[in-house]
């Protein structure tokens, strides 16, 4: 009996090593995925800062891809002293609960080998955050401070959209629990608050010198048009990342989740991420036959669906976007009639994209039953929502720019608009051999004639 004893608790003891192997192993299969997640989406950034720098004009073309940079280094630090905590702490409205593990001087926010979980989440968010900072950076190209922009990038991409992300994608946050609220892929939650932040600084910014002439819109031709194509299909390339990020590795038997604990997998969201990007490209060719807009309809139709990843039917998201590319163009017609100069059409590509994407959730998947008792998803219950993200963008985003302006922070004098932002702020030319004196241009032929 005594040696049968010991062979079970042999066995016993064996078995519990192994469980402890295979847990180990899923948990670092879980940081390793938020880890690539994380550098697929550093991508979106290189993107971000070719798209800009092509856009611009070439004696603004640096301070373009100077800004994102700047702004992806200030955003991580400000998103590690205090966005986590946001997130954690203001689920249920304007009124913080106490996280104390969420403050930077807790154990679970730097190295510690029993928690294996918090870093990599953390950064994920934060790049979801510095994607936020970049969304506003395009539109004010050309014409902002740096100084202003950066404290305006910070505010949006280390503080605000947070508060939106513990409102719509916390466990606890209160248009889960009461709205039914589903944004799996972060249309409202990024893109919408980035988008209507952007809206509220461009009104108070005020249009390029030139854009507008006696009332009528005029072009304000990019420098380079090859190298914002090229920046836009970065930012599609990772977008995988971000978009996986947006889903949950859960270790155990339980498999894929979404945010909100309600099962999915990469399948559903390789299928309608594709067919969405597929789809805004042919909405937005269609609707203006321009190369800009035909490869930023890429963007549109990734959005459009992003809230319903995990519920669509490939074919529905197909349609949804090419629909929402259309109306996205039309959106920045709108826009730039009323006088707002967007240089990159953000606001319609992010912004009404982003509520679109709410609405059509609430239209097509009403009635999905949500997980944890919470209302099932409604058209209602995401109108209202969506309205919420555009208003937590749209109100700090118009009055801060505002009191910059006030201040006379917010622009550059027009001097420096007019010789560009490179050479005054930056001190520097993108292509100095654009200005050699032709006189110099001239003897060089001549030169290499004569040798």
């Known amino acids: 009996m005594g040696t049968e004893t010991l062979t079970l608790e042999s066995l016993q003891a064996s078995l519990d090593a192994q469980q402890a192997i295979i847990e180990m192993h899923q948990s670092m299969n879980m940081e390793v995925f938020y880890w690539w997640c994380t550098a697929l989406m550093l991508m979106i950034h290189a993107g971000f800062l070719a798209y800009e720098m092509g856009a611009s004009r070439s004696k603004n073309a640096l301070a373009a891809g100077v800004k994102n940079i700047l702004a992806l280094a200030m955003i991580i630090p400000v998103f590690y002293l205090v966005g986590w905590w946001v997130y954690l702490s203001f689920p249920g409205g304007l009124i913080p609960v106490s996280v104390s593990a969420a403050l930077p001087w807790s154990a679970s926010m730097g190295p510690n080998l029993d928690e294996m979980g918090t870093g990599v989440f953390w950064a994920a968010f934060a790049l979801f955050g510095a994607t936020s900072g970049s969304i506003l950076s395009g539109a004010v190209i050309e014409r902002i401070r740096v100084s202003a922009f950066l404290i305006l990038t910070v505010l949006v991409g280390g503080i605000v959209w947070i508060l939106g992300a513990a409102w719509g994608w916390h466990p606890d946050g209160w248009m889960l629990a009461k709205l039914g609220y589903h944004d799996v892929g972060a249309s409202g939650v990024v893109h919408a608050v980035a988008g209507f932040f952007t809206l509220g600084v461009l009104i108070n910014l005020g249009p390029r010198r030139g854009k507008f002439i006696n009332g009528i819109a005029q072009t304000i031709a990019p420098h380079s048009l090859p190298m914002t194509l090229i920046g836009l299909m970065m930012i599609i390339f990772g977008f995988f990342g971000f978009l996986g990020g947006c889903i949950i590795f859960n270790t155990g038997d339980i498999g894929w989740t979404t945010i909100y604990n309600t099962p999915t997998n990469l399948s559903a969201f390789a299928f309608n991420t594709l067919m969405g990007f597929a789809g805004g490209i042919v909405g937005c060719y269609f609707a203006t036959r321009d190369p800009f807009w035909t490869m930023s309809g890429g963007l549109v139709g990734i959005i459009s669906v992003a809230a319903g990843l995990d519920l669509y039917d490939p074919a529905l998201a197909f349609i949804v976007a ?130």
């Open 322 to 451: 090419a629909g929402v590319g259309v109306m996205a163009v039309k959106f920045a017609q709108l826009l730039e009639r009323r006088g707002i100069d967007d240089a990159v059409g953000a606001v319609a590509v992010h912004g009404f994209a982003g509520v679109a994407a709410l609405i059509l959730v609430g239209v097509f998947a009403s009635g999905t039953p949500n997980a944890n008792g919470y209302p099932p998803i409604s058209l209602s219950g995401q109108m209202i929502a969506s309205v919420v993200m555009a208003l937590v963008g749209f109100v700090p985003g118009y009055g801060v720019s505002l009191a910059l302006k006030k201040l006379n922070l917010l622009r550059v004098p027009e001097k420096v608009e007019d010789l560009g932002i490179d050479e005054v702020e930056l001190i520097a030319k993108s292509y100095p051999e654009a200005n050699v004196p032709a006189t110099v241009q001239s003897e060089v032929p001549n030169k290499l004639g004569s040798a």
